[in-house]
């Protein structure tokens, strides 16, 4: 085996053993992977995977995260999280899928450790692990686990150190050591999760052992393990095999405890006996310590190592995995379990909000020219784009809530595009109203702004967007009506926000539009829907009190979250009470609103990056970079009005 697949911290034996039991400890399993690795050696380009493997791939369910989903969702988080991107390439540059590339990861190691998917963001991550840098690579770049290996120890040895640092004293290369580290380690758990599928162990090469297998054929691992039972017995024997049976046993349990990344064989036992599926390691030390192992298990087993017998041989490969995922389909069936696999596959492949992400962009660039040049069939253009670029949003928000049999607010990621979606259609509805044009080309704005903030949240997470649920917001009562109630009321402070930048950048770049109708439409339009949103946020902010009094038994507690709801109310209602006062007119209605949509900002996305209080539930790293920028942009629009009227008034005095 190539010295480049070894693991950066490979389980060391526990005792020396002599040479010829040596190489039967290696062949069962390091060496065991001779037929798999002799490919790979010989320099021979392995052949892609055909189209037929990677669908069966794609919707072979897993359970990750406490849920079954396809191991397709589980490839374009691991690719999300490795490269930063759902995909990657080869080493010749060739596009790859996630699925093509944990299959090659899975079944062709020796090829997939050259694929540059580790994203480095700072090359001084590098020096800081005396890593020499790679020639025509960028201070940015992707490298491969071939590139790395060189720097194996240092790397893991700084990661260790800077690991035990607090979080808020790391620099920048510091955390960034330790996320190629824990990358790095993830991969290698999934590099060595089918080791033991690999390869057969000559039942000649150990001493006493052709007394087990006396017909001489190669011994395949599952083989071993229905074997264990002999094994035990002949260790308590004399001569050559007991020590071989001893070595063979430690060896089994080694290479088996490799195989503990993904938990997918699912339990004979219905899932209310035994909710938890299978990893492999949990059935290999179930076999060798003694205890009985179902042989819809050990089928499952044999059925990989089928699989990576004919890695590279794409035709056989694909009847092999089709034969995994009948078996484990049928378990899963068996149990109640992964009847919604086929319809995530689909979401994950129709990836609805990046393709609505774009028709909201393209209507608004469409609308945006119809600014000054006005046909209808161009209007037209951008209306189909914004409406198709909607219903892709709440065809994804559906298909999600029916996945996840919740509401389309049960996570933080979820809220987005749920405010994305409500947003666009209530522009979209103020413009059927209105009928001037401004509430048109507003809607495709907020709706790209909304997933333009979900993806990247995405991205910055890169983890599952589906999760189990923490126990106090498992209740769809309440998901349904105080989480909705508080995301409409956020969709509508920041739509409101939307129509006062148009007001107040209006004023400052378009003075001579931004009279009369047009300044009394876009005041008219920001009023009402402030109304609305002030509505909604005061009874979203009351049944979260009854929620509270029913979980933690206070229905308030000044709590980060709750202060945030009650800010969102009280600015809401100053800058309405403000208006019918007097106390200022449209221009500083506008700014007013404005200043609320930075307090929506606060209470979305900013009470869950202070890491306190019982509604801390939502922190993501990197958020307080675009949340601070966020806040400088919305504070230099303001700035930027104020200036601007306090200009005119001294003009319009000196006129007098």
């Not at 693991?7 to 069962?28: E, F, H, K, T």
């Not at 299978?278 to 499952?300: K, M, N, T």
């Not at 009854?546 to 709750?562: C, Q």
Request: proline share 5%.
């Amino acid at each position: 085996m190539s010295p480049l697949v070894t693991p950066v911290r490979p389980p060391a034996p526990r005792r020396r053993a002599g040479l010829l039991v040596a190489v039967a400890v290696a062949a069962v399993g390091v060496a065991l992977a001779v037929a798999g690795t002799a490919a790979g050696a010989s320099g021979a380009p392995a052949r892609p995977w055909p189209a037929d493997a990677v669908s069966i791939a794609a919707r072979l369910p897993i359970q990750e995260g406490g849920r079954i989903m396809p191991l397709a969702t589980f490839a374009d988080v691991l690719l999300l999280r490795l490269n930063h991107k759902k995909g990657g390439t080869d080493a010749e540059g060739n596009a790859l899928t996630p699925t093509e590339i944990l299959l090659d990861i899975l079944l062709r190691p020796e090829r997939a450790q050259t694929y540059p998917i580790f994203v480095v963001d700072d090359d001084a991550v590098l020096d800081a692990v005396g890593m020499a840098h790679v020639a025509g690579k960028n201070k940015r770049d992707r490298y491969s686990l071939t590139d790395l290996y060189g720097a194996r120890d240092r790397l893991w040895d700084r990661a260790d150190a800077y690991a035990r640092l607090p979080r808020a004293k790391r620099t920048h290369v510091e955390d960034g050591v330790v996320e190629l580290r824990d990358n790095v380690r993830a991969y290698l758990d999934l590099r060595w999760y089918l080791e033991f599928a690999r390869g057969a162990l000559d039942p000649k090469s150990a001493p006493g052992l052709i007394e087990l297998f006396p017909d001489g054929k190669p011994v395949r691992f599952t083989q071993l393990l229905v074997a264990a039972p002999r094994l035990r017995a002949a260790t308590t024997t004399s001569g050559e095999l007991a020590s071989t049976a001893t070595q063979l046993l430690e060896s089994l349990s080694q290479q088996g405890a490799l195989a503990s990344r993904l938990a997918s064989i699912p339990p004979a036992e219905g899932a209310e006996k035994v909710p938890t599926w299978l990893r492999p390691s949990e059935v290999i030390e179930a076999a060798v310590a003694g205890a009985p192992v179902a042989d819809e298990s050990l089928a499952v087993l044999r059925a990989w190592e089928a699989v990576a017998a004919a890695a590279d041989e794409p035709s056989v490969a694909t009847e092999a995995l089709r034969h995994v995922a009948d078996q484990v389909q049928a378990l899963a069936e068996a149990r109640g379990e992964g009847g919604k696999v086929g319809l995530e596959v689909f979401l994950n492949r129709l990836n609805p909000f990046r393709r609505a992400l774009w028709g909201y962009l393209l209507g608004f660039l469409v609308l945006a020219a119809t600014w000054m040049w006005r046909p209808r069939w161009l209007v037209r253009v951008g209306v189909g784009l914004t409406a198709a670029a909607l219903l892709l949003n709440v065809a994804g928000i559906v298909i999600r809530c029916v996945l996840r049999d919740r509401p389309p607010m049960s996570t933080l990621y979820e809220t987005t595009l749920f405010i994305a979606a409500f947003a666009a259609t209530a522009a979209l509805v103020v413009e059927w109203i209105s009928r001037r044009g401004i509430a048109l080309a507003v809607a495709p704005f907020v709706g790209a702004l909304g997933l333009f903030v979900s993806n990247r949240y995405e991205e910055i997470h890169a983890s599952d967007t589906m999760p189990q649920l923490r126990a106090v917001l498992d209740t769809n009562f309440w998901l349904s009506t105080h989480v909705t109630c508080i995301g409409i009321g956020y969709a509508a402070t920041l739509l409101a926000s939307a129509f006062a930048h148009v007001t107040v950048l209006g004023r400052i770049v378009a003075p001579r539009w931004m009279r009369g109708e047009n300044e009394t439409a876009v005041a008219r339009m920001t009023y009402g829907i402030v109304c609305f949103a002030l509505v909604f946020s005061v009874v979203g902010t009351i049944l979260g009190g009854i929620w509270a009094n029913d979980s933690w038994g206070r229905f308030w507690g000044w709590d980060p979250k709750e202060n945030g709801a009650l800010l969102i109310c009280l600015v809401q209602l100053a800058a309405l009470h403000g208006r019918m006062g007097g106390l200022f007119r449209t221009f500083g209605f506008a700014q007013m609103t404005i200043f609320g949509g930075m307090v929506v900002a606060f209470s979305w996305w900013g009470v869950n990056l202070l890491e306190i209080g019982l509604h801390s539930y939502g922190f993501t790293k990197g958020v307080w970079t675009g949340l601070l920028l966020f806040w400088g942009v919305e504070a230099a629009a303001m700035v930027a009005g104020g200036v601007h009227w306090l200009r005119a008034r001294e003009a319009a005095s000196r006129a007098a």
